[in-house]
T-cell receptor, first 115, second 113 residues
Framework: GAGVSQSPSNKVTEKGKDVELRCDPI?????LYWYRQSLGQGLEFLIY????????KSGLPSDRFSAERTGGSVSTLTIQRTQQEDSAVYLC?????????????FGPGTRLLVL | AQSVTQPDIHITVSEGASLELRCNYS??????LFWYVQSPGQGLQLLLK??????LVQGIKGFEAEFKRSQSSFNLRKPSVHWSDSAEYYC???????????FGAGTILRVKS
């Protein structure tokens, strides 16, 4: 079956521009996660959704980052006024349920480069 | 705080040799442990996971891992590697609030043919 998909696969933007990254989870998965993978920082957790709700936004690096999920499916991660330090691979994952040990299935990521 | 340590940043082995990738974790309760593999330009693929029960866990692609509570370790092994195993390997621990995973820094494996 279809896995997690993300778009675009690559994004190059100029410093100060806004970008939107999209994630399509596996059909029927109620939980969705965003991670960031960057040199020197490894894989860091950003935010998770249970349905359309994001109970904990403390993992977002700054208030320039926001995320939403609509219809319990697609999620968008928005970065406003991008900075060079935002350059990274943004990974999305989904799991069937939110709970202990639920396997998270990852998408291929969006590689963001801020010039 | 929960953490995962992968002591080896790079490992090079010859094709056909055995492999062990190390992972140590710090976690107050019984952990859920995962190994993921990431090939260049790809997302993370789950190799195996440990929840409870047998401490030796079998995964895909011929990998296995052994949970040792006394050593806080969850090392990944493969008896005979193939050049296609060249990739980056991540150990992760959960569950944490919201089921988020905490990842180690990763180990880059290069298999020489």
């Amino acid at each position: 079956g279809a896995g997690v998909s993300q778009s675009p696969s690559n994004k190059v933007t100029e410093k100060g521009k806004d970008v939107e990254l999209r994630c399509d989870p596996i059909s029927g998965h109620t939980a969705l996660y965003w991670y960031r993978q960057s040199l020197g920082q490894g894989l860091e957790f950003l935010i998770y959704f249970q349905g359309n709700s994001a109970p904990d936004k403390s993992g977002l690096p700054s208030d320039r980052f926001s995320a939403e999920r609509t219809g319990g499916s697609v999620s968008t991660l928005t970065i406003q006024r991008t900075q060079q330090e935002d350059s990274a691979v943004y990974l999305c994952a989904s799991s069937r349920l939110l709970g202990q040990g639920e396997t998270q299935y990852f998408g291929p990521g969006t590689r963001l480069l801020v010039l | 705080a929960q953490s995962v340590t992968q002591p080896d940043i790079h490992i090079t082995v010859s094709e056909g040799a055995s492999l062990e990738l190390r992972c140590n974790y710090s976690y107050g309760a019984t952990p859920y442990l995962f190994w993921y593999v990431q090939s260049p330009g790809q997302g993370l693929q789950l190799l195996l996971k440990y929840f409870s029960g047998d401490t030796l866990v079998q995964g895909i692609k011929g990998f296995e891992a052994e949970f040792k509570r006394s050593q806080s370790s969850f090392n990944l092994r493969k008896p005979s590697v193939h050049w296609s195993d060249s990739a980056e390997y991540y150990c992760a621990v959960g569950p944490l609030r919201g089921n988020k995973l905490v990842f180690g820094a990763g180990t880059i494996l290069r298999v020489k043919s």
